[in-house]
């Protein structure tokens, strides 16, 4: 069975378009209407106005008494009245007797006849306009009193003038036409604007309709949210333009984070960078407390770069896991240098039993076997806790094995409230693994680790007899990325910057100095001063 396809529905563009196409021309007929009814009202009243100063003109005029005192009226008025008429371009001027006698009429055949019309107002002496359908059709007429005296009240004539409406439509028409004229012009400046409008606006919908963009905006809305990685979107100024939840918890960001810059942000300096400009995938960045991998890519609609895309993952827990395996691993690789020397060692008891000198070959296994317990137990009795014991173990049989000095003073209490065993694993295990590389190239190599502290305070100290570090080296030596290695890959340099995030954590901080033994010494404090 074939199924009809799917019309694809109008662009927002397209609609949006017709919407103001409507809108543009009832707002330009309703204005035509209204200009229109505008201008028939002017001109009505303009021709009452007109009437009533063309009559009231008239009856002032000297000519009409003299023609009233005369024996025949029309003879006077009925020449005068036409050529006012004429000049003024009303179409009638009628002045008449008190008893509606007219004593002159365009029409010549009715002068003698009645007036037709109210004239009781006038004959009151009061200026009166109506309109009425007289002799020469509907008109706008107005009815003025002839008085007696200028001082007098008498009324002794009338004078009646009017414009047919005939007249005043085709005045209304030539201005209907003007009017017209400049509808058009105003719905061509709409329809024009409306084009324009439609047209941006399609370039910035792509072309697509609501119930696409509406499904759109759900779909990407409900993605962002989902995902378990952290998503940045920066336009080519720096500014954040979209954020997920996650990206929002990695980095802290606030609530009205989309639209600032990074740099307002308080973001490390390389992530801003990263981000803004240069290009690159899994760098490992140290912000607050987290150990993030960031990649960050360019973005591209229609073949133009429109900003980037930066993505964000949480790699805390893994980089704590892995410093505790490479802890376990430099143990490992230190037990199996230990057993190969515990097999010469084994051998050379053995030598000595087949060359009959027992005696020898007891007091070398009492002497190795005191030397190895004085060290464990120093170290047990150091550090309460195994895990950091074995950690101080293994990295002591490292530090002989590469023929380093390492010492171990003070001591720790039996159990501490302050942070883990995991936190003080990764604080040492940076800290000395960095005193070993620091001292592998002195002729003196000596490490000295004092441990102390209370249940809710512990304070970490390593000093080495390597070059030690400039004020200069000091300033950025806790920053992501930095370090004095020459072979130094894209995961050097996060040591110190784990060691100062799990110390700010905990309450404390980190300081870089000068050591007794020449060296560089961090003083690394956990927990509150007490």
Not at 26 to 35: D, G, H, K, N
Not at 106 to 127: C, M, S
Request: charge should be negative; charged fraction near 20%.
């Amino acid at each position: 069975m074939l199924t009809r396809p799917r019309r694809r529905e109008q662009s927002v563009a397209r609609q949006v378009l017709v919407l103001q196409l409507i809108a543009v021309l009832v707002l330009v007929v309703t204005a035509l209407a209204l200009a229109t009814y505008d201008a028939r009202a002017d001109i009505r009243a303009g021709a009452r106005d007109e009437a009533v100063s063309v009559a009231q003109a008239v009856a002032r005029t000297p000519l009409v008494h003299e023609a009233i005192a005369s024996g025949d009226p029309s003879a006077l008025l009925q020449p005068y009245a036409e050529a006012v008429r004429v000049d003024t371009g009303v179409d009638f001027v009628v002045v008449m007797d008190t008893d509606r006698t007219r004593w002159s009429h365009p029409n010549p055949d009715l002068l003698g006849q009645k007036f037709i019309g109210n004239i009781a107002a006038a004959l009151e002496g009061r200026v009166f306009t109506e309109e009425y359908e007289g002799t020469l059709g509907p008109s706008i007429r107005s009815i003025v009193p002839v008085f007696a005296t200028e001082s007098s009240r008498q009324v002794v004539a009338l004078v009646s003038v009017g414009i047919t409406l005939t007249q005043l439509d085709d005045l209304l028409l030539d201005e209907f036409w003007d009017i017209v004229v400049a509808a058009v012009a105003v719905l061509l400046v709409g329809v024009v604007g409306a084009g324009l409008i439609a047209q941006r606006l399609r370039r910035q919908t792509h072309g697509m309709g609501e119930r696409e963009i509406t499904r759109m905006y759900e779909y990407y809305s409900a993605v962002l949210h989902a995902v378990r990685e952290g998503l940045l979107l920066i336009d080519l100024e720096g500014r954040v333009q979209l954020v997920n939840d996650e990206a929002r918890r990695l980095l802290s960001l606030p609530d009205d984070v989309v639209g600032r810059s990074l740099d307002d942000l308080g973001l490390p300096p390389a992530l801003v960078q990263a981000a803004a400009g240069e290009r690159g995938a899994d760098e490992v960045y140290v912000t607050g407390d987290h150990v993030l991998v960031a990649s960050s890519s360019a973005a591209f609609w229609d073949g133009k770069e429109v900003g980037a895309v930066v993505t964000l993952r949480d790699h805390t827990d893994l980089q704590a896991v892995t410093g505790e395996l490479d802890t376990v691993r430099g143990l490992t690789e230190s037990l199996r240098a230990q057993t190969h020397e515990a097999a010469n060692r084994l051998h050379t008891v053995v030598s000595l039993i087949e060359m009959g000198r027992p005696d020898d070959a007891v007091d070398f296994v009492t002497d190795e076997l005191k030397v190895a317990q004085m060290l464990t137990d120093r170290l047990v009795g150091a550090v309460g806790d195994p895990v950091v014991a074995a950690l101080l173990l293994g990295k002591s049989a490292e530090a002989a094995e590469r023929g380093i000095s390492l010492t171990v003073t003070g001591e720790l209490p039996a159990s501490f409230d302050v942070g883990s065993p995991r936190d003080l694993v990764t604080v040492l295990g940076n800290l000395v693994d960095n005193a070993i590389d620091a001292v592998a190239g002195s002729a003196e190599k000596r490490i000295v680790v004092h441990l102390e502290g209370s249940p809710t305070h512990v304070r970490l100290v390593v000093g080495d007899s390597g070059p030690g570090l400039t004020p200069e080296e000091a300033a950025h030596a806790l920053e992501r990325g930095w370090t004095t290695k020459a072979d130094a890959g894209g995961l050097h340099g996060v040591g110190l910057a784990l060691v100062s995030q799990v110390a700010r954590r905990l309450g404390g901080g980190v300081t870089i100095g000068r050591s007794d033994l020449g060296g560089a010494e961090l003083v690394v404090v956990l927990g509150e001063q007490p």
